[in-house]
């Protein structure tokens, strides 16, 4: 079944209510990421946290293991890769938990560069992008906010700080079906 999206690139959108949204810490959201503060969202602390957590003890269990040493790959804080030349083979019991560990880290991927953002009602959005996708709910939008009462998303114009530009983020389909608009544009 076809889920298709009502919209076309340009098409100018209002916000009824206030609507609260997941946005990912990406090149193209990094702007709206910075300005809604949501790196301060505890949530994103907490599994960043985890996550170095769960790194320094998987960097421990590789410098105290038994076996021969060769290069592993592990990941960074940062969500990154290096390689440790030095690191030996986990003993008996530290495989089990390094399972374990590596589970956890999977868990906490998604969470580590996600944070809810709220736009209030009133809000103005134009729709920038639109994957070509048959199922809306599948495909990613990119938003680009033109008018906002949010405090850290306003411009300098709107007696905001941030200075004139693009306000753009990307989202998934099904995150926007949760959203009370108006199309004032189709």
């Known amino acids: 079944m076809s889920n298709e999206h009502p919209f076309q690139v340009g098409s100018q959108i209002s916000l009824h209510e206030d609507w609260t949204f997941t946005v990912e810490n990406n090149r193209i ?7 809604a503060d949501c790196g301060s969202n505890p949530d994103y602390i907490a599994a960043n946290a985890r996550w170095r957590e769960l790194i320094a ?3 421990a269990i590789l410098e105290r293991g038994t076996g021969p040493s060769g290069p592993v790959q592990l990941p960074t804080d940062d969500g990154g890769w290096t390689t440790k030349i030095l690191a030996k083979e ?13 589970q956890e ?6 969470p580590m560069f996600r944070s809810k953002v709220t736009l209030p009602a009133g809000t103005a959005m134009e729709i920038a992008l639109i994957t070509p ?3 809306f709910d599948a495909g990613v939008v990119r938003f680009n906010v033109t ?11 709107e ?4 200075s004139n530009g693009k306000r753009v983020f990307l989202i998934h389909g099904h995150q926007f079906r949760h959203a009370n608009y108006q199309a004032a544009n189709p």
């Open 133 to 135: 996708l048959p199922d």
């Open 105 to 110: 880290l999977d868990a906490l991927w998604q």
């Open 29 to 35: 959201s990094s702007r709206v990421w910075d300005a």
């Open 159 to 162: 007696g905001g700080s941030l």
């Open 147 to 157: 008018s906002t009462t949010h405090p850290g998303l306003r411009t300098k114009k």
């Open 90 to 102: 986990p003993g008996p019991g530290d495989k089990k938990r390094m399972k374990v560990l590596d």
């Open 57 to 59: 003890e998987k960097h």
